[in-house]
């Protein structure tokens, strides 16, 4: 029954570190890094429960830097269209 149910819910808002790193295509192991030196940001707590809100994964992950070092904040490609 609790598959059942699951299969027909949206998308969760909030994630375990297992699938927060499933989410982001990664391993659990450099997920739990990654939150570790701030790179993704500390759960939220549901009583003793940590979750992930997919909504701060996703602000993290935009943060990441790009191939070739470039940051996500310095990207020009939102500029392109004010440009004509």
């Known amino acids: 029954m609790n598959s059942l149910l699951?299969?027909?819910?949206?998308?969760?808002?909030?994630?375990?570190?297992?699938?927060?790193?499933?989410?982001?295509?990664?391993?659990?192991?450099?997920?739990?890094?990654?939150?570790?030196?701030?790179?993704?940001?500390?759960?939220?707590?549901?009583?003793?429960?940590?979750?992930?809100?997919v909504d701060d994964l996703d602000a993290a992950f935009k943060s990441l830097p790009r191939e070739g070092g470039e940051r996500a904040e310095e990207d020009t490609w939102a500029d392109m269209g004010r440009a004509s």
């Open 6 to 53: 699951h299969s027909r819910l949206p998308i969760r808002r909030g994630l375990s570190a297992e699938e927060a790193a499933v989410y982001l295509g990664i391993g659990v192991t450099l997920f739990r890094q990654m939150v570790s030196d701030s790179r993704m940001p500390r759960p939220r707590m549901i009583n003793a429960r940590r979750v992930w809100d």
